[in-house]
Structures are given as C-alpha cells and as structure tokens.
C-alpha cells in the first residue's frame, strides 16, 4: 500500500484517478510501476510531504516530497536558477538573446534581459510573461515591479492580455500597452507601483514586459519583486521628483509635469504644494491647490508645477499632497533654492582619478578630458580643489578653456607620474593671496636631514602623508557682491588602503595628528577650510569599522565641523569602483567659519551621473563634493608700525645710523608715530642724540602709500671707562590710519670701546671657626672697586685639607667648585657653605678655600684663601672597660708578633675607627684612624719597634670609647 501525506495525491497514470492511498497487487508489481504525484498549494511557499510504502513482513520505505508553490500574484525571483520560476515564460520573437535568471536581483536573484552580445548590439524582441492571473475576484487589481536600467535603449512596454492561451507566439493574442518605462541609464533600483489593472479583470489575464534593442542601442533592463495586490481605491503618479534650477525670490520657474490617477475615492481629491511652489491644470493658472472631484481624479490628470519662492532661502522642499475625506498621501519630491550662487561662494572637492596619466585610471584620455570640463562647467564653483592631476599642462589648459585659474606647488621630491594636489578658482570672485606647502620643512629634514618621528608606524617616517603628497594649503582673497574675506583652504589627499590596510590606517591616523597639531599651532583663528580625499569615512573608517582616521579633527567639536557627516550618516557614497563603495570625500571648516557655512548646503554631485554617460569608469570613480558660504566681510584691520629689527649693538665709536620701521601694508595717506626712549634704558642722554628729537622724543612720519621710514641715531663717543649700556626706544601715539604692532620697542645696545683697569678681588676675612652645628653661612668677596659687567670666579678647596667632603657642603659647587659670579656695578658677592652636623667624635678639622679664574674684569688680590675651621661638638658617650671582656688584644703578652684586636661584634671589621696608644709615662706613641682591619695592620707594622713595658690601647668609633692594655716582651 502506498500512502501519501500532506496535500499530495497519488495514481498510477498522468490521467489517472489521484488518491491519498494507493494498493498494488503482486502482479502490479512484477515490473517497474510509475507512480505519478500531483498537489494543489493551499499557499506559496515550500510544501512538504512523504510517501509511505508498506507491505506484509516488510519495514515500511519512505519517499520525502518537496514542492514549491507560487503564486501568480508575487514572484521575488529568489529561485530563479536554471530557468524561470513560477510559471513565468520568455519568449523570443527575434533574436538569440532572452530573458534570464540573474544574480544581481533586488534583493538576491531576479531575471534581466540585454540585446547586448558577442561585444556588439544586436536587434532583439523578447517577452517576458507572467503566469495566468484569474481577477474576477478583484475590486481593483493593482500591479507593483522594482527595476533597474543601464546604458540607452528603448523603453521596456508592459502590456496585457486577456485572451493570450498561455503558451507559444504572444503576437498571436491581443495586447493592450499599459505603460513603458524610459530607459534613464541611471543604474539604480526604481519601482513602479500602482499600475491598474481594473479594465482588464478576467480570469486569464496576462501581464508582459517587452524589451527591444537594435543594432544601434541595447540597454540593460533587471526586474524583481513582482507583486499584484487588491484594493478599494489607488493613487498612481508618474515621476514627481523635480530639482528646480535656482531663482529670485518673487521669480518663477518654467514648469515641469507630471501626471496622477485616484482611482476608486468617494470625496474630492485636493493636491497641495509645499511652501515657495504652485500647480495648475493648464498650465496658465496656479495656486497652492488643486481640486478634482472623484470622477475627474479617477482619469489621468495632467499637472503642472513650479519654483515660486517668496522670499530667501538656501532649500525649499517638500512632497506634493494627496488628500480625500481621512486619506492622506504624499508623493514626490520637489525641491529648489532662492539662495543664488552668484550670491554666495561655493567651494568643491573632487578627485579627478589620474587625471592626464596613460595607463592608469580612465582608458580613454580623451573622453576623461572632455567629460572632465564638463564637469568643471556643470559645477560652476568658485573654488575647486582637485586631487590626483599627474599631467599639470593638461590641467593648466583644462583651466584656461573653463574660465579658471590653477595652482599648485610640486615639491622635488614629487616625481612628474605621480598624482599631485591643486586648486582651480575663479579670478573674478577669487585671488591668491599666499600659499604653502604644510609640513615641507619637515618632510625635508626626514628626505635629506634624516631626522625621525616617533612612533610612526614602521619606523618609516619618510612614509609621512602618503611618502611626500602633503596637503597643500592657498590663502585665498575672496569676493562676493562686493564683500570681502580671506579663506585658509587646505586641499589634501590622505594615503590610500590597500592590502595592508591597518598599517595605511595607522599612517592617515598619525599624518592627520601631525597635520592638526600643526594648524592649531599656526592657524588657530584663521577661516580655514580642510578638504580633499580623505581615504576614509568621518563617522566610522572603512577599516574594520573603527574611528575614523580623522577622529583627530571630527571629535574637536569645538574647533572644527565635519560638514559631510549628515551625509555619511545617512549612508552615502562619493567612491565606488565596482561594487567597492565608500565616502572618501570629505570638507572641514574651522569654526570661525561656522557662520558664514550656509546650513545644509554640502552636497554630493550626484548629478553628474545623470549628465554624464558612464561617469564613474569615463570620468572618475569619485564624486565631486561642494558646499556654499554667505561671506561676511573681513573685519577693517588698520596696518600695523613695528621696528623692523628688534635690537642692534654698536660701539661707542658707530656714529650715526639709521633705525627702521615697517608697516604691513601700505595706506593711502600719510601716517605719523612717536619715538621716544624708556624708562628701561640705562644709558643717557650723553650717551646718544636723535636727529630732530624734542626732549628726547621723535616724530617720525611714513609716505602716503609707503611701507618702511627710518629715524637716525648717534652715538656719543667719550672717553668714560663704562660697561655696555642700552636705550630701549618705543613707539607711540599712532595717527588714525595704524596702530602699533607686537614688535614696538628697538634696544640699542652701546659697547665701551675704552678699556678699563680690572678690579682686585679678595675674601673679606681670612678664616673663620664653626661648630658642627652651626649649619649654612655665607663667606664675602669683596672688589676693590664696581665693574660695569658681570664677573665671575672659581671658589675650591686646596690640597691639604683635614676635613673632608663629607664634613661641609659648597652650596651650588659642581664637583667640589663653585663658580661665583659677582653683579655688574657691585663691589660684593657671597657664596653659601653648610656644614654637616654628623656623629662621630673627631678632633677640629680645616678645609682653606682659594679664589681662582677670575674673568676679564678681574684680578686675583693677596688675600686669595680664606680658610674655615670646624669644631666638633660630640662628645664620647663611656669608657668602654676592657677587663670586662668588651675589648682586648690577643694575645696580651706580645714577643714582637702579631696582635688582633677583639672588639665587640656591633663594631663592624669596616667601620672607621680612631686609635692612641699610649705608653705607661702617659706618653702617646701612636694615633693612628683607619677601619678597624686598617688600624690592626699598622699596629701590627709598628709592635716590633716599641720598647718593651706596658701601653694602653684607647680606641674611638663613633661616639663610644674602648680601651685595654698590651704587654710588649
């Protein structure tokens, strides 16, 4: 017996009766029997069942069954492998090419058509049809694709049917053309919703997708995501987004169109326009609104629509309203600015990919060329910042044929191949005031100086900004509508990733830090803005989704704004090569210029792939990026005075010359400051003249439209024996027309060009007695006259001393001398000694001091020493008994061999020890201080040569007192 499970029925022939059970006799059995399984989906999707098999004695066989059921009304594509799925049928009029499965569906597979084959166009008629659709059950049946088209071609028509069989020519039935698509060549996934099909309701109906090409154009056409659904009432519109072209406030624009059906509503239907726009029936009339009554919305209604701003703003924007009883729909996207160009300043990064290279980037160099002035026409911005220009003659003369300006600044160690950084820029609105090269000066010293930066990664800092392409800074002087202001613009092309792309993160991550710590040091308060390819995004890197390399600059909210990060944010890309996509493009401006940034201004030129046939693989695989600026006029800054040079020395005997003074630009009428000297001068009025002075002050005047002026000073030269003296001049009372720089007071330095008699230079007293405990004082020098300069000597210890290093300190002494240096114009001068206070009990000790290396000014007089004596102030704490065993010699009675002294075990065989050996008269025979070891060997040394007797042994360590008696035979 045979049984099946599930939806599924059985039978033994195609045209047999099907059965959820099935019985074979043995004599059925005695050859091969097919068994033919049939199942009605209840739904889509995958069904399941089995097969059992049983018979007497035997364990029962199971057969599993899978099916997959679709449904005409929806088709996603997704098992359209080896042919199409779900009953869909292609079917080819003319050519060899047709419809097919593709992989590069919506979302997973869809089918997709191409008259494009054997690298030609080929002439093609081909159908896609659906599966038979029964709608007599539909109130309005309405019809919903997603598509995508590239390259030109003809439109793609859907028609219907409803007398078409199912199989073989589609020409043979009858066709109604519902629509065509356009084939835009834009490459992006549309959908089309909404197409009714209440006309056509019967329970055969028959949707097709026509595709033609001929041997002149063939576009590419992919469908997916098939889905017919039933409604009471629909809302079909063609295409409603519209970008108007910029206009005047209390302008309006032509218009543009589109078309709406509202199928199916009971109440009028009213069409709104967001603020600044208007739509009419005719194309003569506007207003803010339309009414349709039902029977009017439910035909295809043609309407008119456009820009009529009342006042200024960057965008007006909005969808178009739909509104009937309770329904609310909106449609489309209209959009315009009243803000105009001419009015502001727009400012553009792009990469123009191996612009002017062979070989590299775009293959066709000619096309890249024509399609980039194009883009350079179509941009229309005042300043452009350009990456990876390599032939800089073809970008010069790209330029000239647009109406710019270019500059750039190679550095020698860029090669004439490699790709470069410039700026295009309209003269009219815009001129150079200065450029730079950042980080030159650096990158030199690490090429040729060899100088290295910490940390970089793989200690190769002659990697630094992508080994040499540093960001490359112009002042720029701008102008709009007669308002004027200065722009800091740096144009920057990060290093790129490639297949050790942590290693090129680590690098763009420190190349950005070193690049930001340079414009805080040097442009902090400057209107700055930062653009270029960064080879990264701004809210989180391309590299395994960490920070941004540029984290450095995003997260200094302060200081900088990231105006691309709405649009990262919102997931958009300026890069794609293949199905590499990415937002490398990026623009910074520093926050002085938060102001003048015209808010949700920066965008990216997505234009240009309309405009543009194939841009990314003819053109660049990078998008331009601009954003716009209100311009606020430079605050007036009067030209500042400075004394050109800060200082100069001359002698006595210079005479005259000429003092400087500079402005930092030039003003249109005479300009006048005072010169005077301060009170900070040392010398006198005897000591120098001003030409023309007044009670010691100058007027000085500078040319109408001229930049420096000088006064003239003289130097009086007397026979006075002088130090070197100074006048410090200032700048003051400034006319109207200036005021006064940082750099407002010049010293003059007069040098003594007679030569004086030196000094003698003694200690003020010759000794002097201290207690260890009399802790720091100071010892004199005295000069037997004031020397106008600073002059210095050598204090040190001589040879001889009975104290040692260990019982004073020379405050401030570099190995045991001090270098004192005594004032100009004073007589005396001090140095510091302390004395250390220590335990040990000792006899007085000296140390002599001795003055030496006196400086030019200088010379030694007799009382050169001075010399210090140190009382000790310890006293000895006992008399340690030495017949009570604390200390002895061994052995006692001595023949002339050696002795061993026994002290006790807390007197360490290395502590210093003083020891006296007196003779029984009272005698003292020997003194001898050492360590202990040292004082026994020296003892031992000299037993031989005493008389024979009795002798006492005191010996001093610290502050305890040992003594005892040797006996010598």
Request: proline share 3%.
């Amino acid at each position: 017996m045979l049984t099946a499970s599930g939806p599924f029925t059985i039978a033994t022939s195609e045209a047999g009766t099907f059965a959820s059970t099935l019985t074979l006799t043995a004599a059925d059995l005695t050859s091969a029997k097919t068994i033919y399984v049939k199942t009605t989906p209840a739904t889509a999707g995958e069904i399941t069942g089995e097969i059992i098999h049983s018979t007497t004695g035997a364990t029962d066989a199971k057969v599993g069954l899978v099916v997959f059921g679709a449904s005409p009304f929806a088709q996603d594509f997704n098992r359209c492998i080896d042919g199409l799925p779900g009953g869909w049928m292609q079917y080819s009029v003319t050519g060899d090419l047709t419809w097919a499965c593709t992989t590069f569906g919506q979302q997973g597979n869809g089918v997709q058509m191409s008259g494009y084959g054997n690298n030609t166009n080929n002439p093609n008629q081909d159908w896609l049809i659906s599966p038979k659709m029964d709608l007599t059950g539909h109130d309005i049946p309405l019809v919903g694709i997603s598509y995508r088209t590239k390259f030109a071609g003809d439109a793609l028509k859907i028609m219907v049917s409803t007398n078409y069989t199912g199989s073989g020519d589609p020409l043979a039935a009858t066709w109604t053309e519902l629509t065509s698509l356009p084939a835009d060549e834009a490459d992006v996934w549309r959908l089309l919703e909404n197409l009714g099909l209440q006309n056509h309701k019967s329970a055969t109906t028959y949707l097709a997708f026509v595709y033609t090409s001929t041997d002149k154009s063939a576009a590419r056409w992919t469908l997916d995501n098939f889905a017919l659904r039933n409604v009471e009432n629909y809302l079909s519109t063609t295409h409603m987004t519209f970008n108007f072209p910029e206009t005047a406030s209390g302008s309006t624009t032509s218009a543009e169109e589109f078309v709406f059906s509202a199928v199916g509503y009971k109440a009028d239907v009213v069409l709104s326009a967001p603020a600044n726009f208007e739509l009419s029936k005719d194309g003569t009339t506007y207003a803010s609104t339309l009414t349709y009554t039902p029977a009017e919305a439910a035909a295809s209604n043609k309407v008119y629509v456009r820009f009529a701003p009342a006042s200024t703003s960057f965008i007006s924007s909005g969808p178009v309203t739909f509104t009937s009883g309770e329904t609310v729909i909106t449609r489309g996207m209209l959009s315009g600015s009243s803000m105009l160009k001419a009015n502001t300043l727009e400012v553009v990064t792009w990469n123009m990919e191996w612009f002017g290279a062979t070989g590299t980037g775009p293959s066709d160099e000619e096309l890249q060329y024509a399609n980039a002035k194009k883009v350079i026409t179509e941009l229309n911005a005042d300043i452009i910042g350009v990456q990876e220009v390599v032939d800089e003659a073809k970008i010069q003369q790209l330029a000239a044929e647009t109406g710019y300006t270019y500059t750039s600044e190679t550095m020698p160690w860029q090669a004439s191949n490699e790709q470069k950084v410039g700026f295009l820029y309209k003269t009219a609105n815009v001129k150079v005031k200065k450029e730079k090269v950042l980080l030159s000066k650096l990158y030199s010293d690490i090429k040729n100086n060899g100088k290295t930066l910490d940390n970089y990664p793989e200690n190769r800092s002659d990697f630094l900004w992508s080994s040499g392409r540093l960001p490359y800074m112009v002042q720029f002087e701008a102008t709009i509508n007669g308002v004027k202001q200065t722009l800091h613009v740096v144009n920057l092309h990060a290093k790129a990733n490639g297949e050790t792309n942590t290693i090129d993160y680590s690098r763009r991550q420190y190349d950005a830090k070193v690049l930001k710590d340079s414009l805080d040091a040097q442009y902090a308060n400057v209107n700055l803005i930062l653009l270029g390819d960064f080879n990264d995004d701004v809210d989180v890197s391309v590299v395994n989704s960490q920070k941004s390399s540029f984290d450095v600059f995003v997260a200094d909210e302060t200081n900088y704004k990231t105006l691309t990060m709405d649009l990262s944010l919102a997931g958009k890309n300026t890069y794609e090569s293949g199905s590499l996509k990415s937002f490398l493009d990026h623009i910074f401006i520093s926050s002085e210029l938060a102001d003048e940034y015209v808010a949700n201004s920066t965008a990216i030129e997505e234009n240009l792939l309309n405009t543009i046939a194939n841009f990314r693989t003819t053109t660049s695989d990078h998008l331009p990026v601009s954003a716009r600026f209100m311009l606020t006029a430079d605050p007036v800054v009067p030209a500042t005075v400075s004394f050109t040079t800060a200082s100069v020395s001359k002698t006595e005997d210079a005479g005259k010359f000429n003092v400087s003074l500079t402005l930092s630009e030039a003003v249109a009428t005479a300009q006048t400051v005072t010169i005077t000297p301060t009170a900070a001068s040392t010398a006198t009025a005897t000591d120098y003249t001003i030409t023309g002075a007044t009670d010691g002050a100058v007027v000085v005047t500078i040319p109408a439209n001229a930049t420096t002026a000088t006064f003239e000073v003289g130097i009086t030269d007397d026979t006075e024996i002088e130090g070197a003296e100074q006048v410090v001049f200032e700048i003051s009372n400034p006319s109207s027309g200036i005021v006064i720089g940082s750099a407002k007071t010049f010293t003059l330095t007069i040098e003594a060009n007679d030569t004086p008699t030196p000094a003698t230079i003694t200690f003020t007293t010759a000794s002097i007695s201290k207690a260890e405990n009399a802790g720091a004082f100071n010892v004199s020098l005295t000069l037997s006259k004031a020397v106008a300069t600073a002059q210095t000597v050598t204090i040190a210890p001589v040879a001889g001393a009975t104290a040692s290093a260990a019982d004073y300190t020379l405050t401030g002494a570099t190995n045991n001398a001090l270098t004192v240096t005594i004032p100009a114009n004073a007589t005396t001068a001090t140095f510091e000694i302390n004395i250390t206070d220590d335990t040990e009990t000792e006899a007085a000790e000296q140390v002599v001091f001795e003055i030496s290396n006196p400086s030019s000014g200088l010379v030694l007089g007799t009382a050169k020493t001075f010399t210090l004596t140190i009382e000790a102030n310890d006293a000895p704490t006992g008399i340690a008994d030495g017949t009570k065993g604390q200390f002895s010699v061994y052995p006692t009675l001595v023949n002339g061999g050696n002795v061993r002294l026994l002290l006790p075990e807390r007197v360490a065989a290395t502590a210093k020890v003083n020891m006296v050996v007196y003779s029984a008269e009272g005698k003292k025979v020997m003194n001898i201080t050492g360590t202990q070891d040292a004082v026994q060997d020296k003892l031992n040394s000299r037993i031989a040569n005493l008389p024979s007797g009795i002798y006492m042994i005191l010996i001093e360590t610290g502050k305890e007192y040992f003594q005892t008696k040797m006996v010598k035979n």
